[in-house]
């Protein structure tokens, strides 16, 4: 089967930096996602990784290391409207048809922000 | 900013009944995916389609489900006989190529009662 475990919930203050980790075991791999989602809505893209090493966009940053199958998002400079569920996905899972194009997510941290 | 569209935003249907759920992707992008999450779950792939025809499914994507892209904007998702469990929200999403980031429709929310 396929693995994607990220923790189930985190706490940060506004202002602070929080890092959310995604640890994966997956049948194929051509590249990390990280997606936000507010309840009830779609999920937004965030950041892509096929490479090792850090990706930095604004106050969002990703890092990847195929070898040990992980990764970690980081939010710097934490807003109360950065509270959301922030989603690990991963492409290149081998599903019928051999696409391999589609995304297989992991069950999403839900941050909680506090002033 | 070009973005994907859905509708209905929300649909109620009875068990057995048949729901077609359409979707606007986005107009130069090539690559059209369906997911579902059902409440308090994660998000779930369900088919990949590319140059008319479907590329990836999963095991979820059964023979009740079929995809069409009927015209040159519209992509839709049959479901024939929908049971309880498929109550979900259904996100379509788009991308212009193969790699790089999918954008995502508002969803529609399917309640089987």
């Known amino acids: 089967g396929q693995n994607i475990d990220q923790p189930t919930e985190m706490t940060a203050t506004e202002g602070a930096i929080v890092q959310i980790n995604c640890t994966y075991q997956t049948s194929g791999f051509n590249g990390l996602f990280w997606y936000q989602q507010h309840a009830g809505e779609a999920p937004t893209f965030l950041s892509y990784?096929?490479?090792?090493g850090l990706e930095e966009k604004g106050r969002f940053s990703s890092f990847l290391s195929r070898s040990k199958g992980y990764s970690y998002l980081l939010l710097k400079e934490l807003q109360m409207k950065d509270s959301a569920s922030y989603l690990c996905?991963?492409?290149?899972?081998?599903?019928?048809?051999?696409?391999?194009?589609?995304?297989?997510f992991g069950k999403g941290t839900h941050l909680i922000i506090q002033p | 900013e070009p973005e994907v569209t859905q509708t209905p935003s929300h649909q109620v249907t009875q068990m057995g009944q048949e729901v077609i759920l359409r979707c606007v992707p986005i107009s130069n992008h090539l690559y059209f995916y369906w997911y579902r999450q059902i409440l308090g779950q994660k998000v779930e792939f369900l088919v990949s389609f590319y140059n008319n025809e479907i590329s990836e499914k999963s095991e979820i994507f059964d023979d009740q489900f079929s995809v069409e892209r009927p015209d040159g904007s519209n992509f839709t998702l049959k479901i024939r006989s929908t049971k309880l469990e498929d109550s979900a929200m259904y996100f379509c999403?788009?991308?212009?190529?193969?790699?790089?980031?999918?954008?995502f429709g508002p969803g529609t929310r399917l309640t089987v009662t």
């Open positions: 990784n096929v490479l090792d």
């Open positions: 999403a788009s991308r212009l190529s193969r790699r790089g980031e999918q954008y």
């Open positions: 996905a991963v492409s290149g899972v081998m599903y019928s048809g051999g696409g391999a194009d589609g995304l297989t």
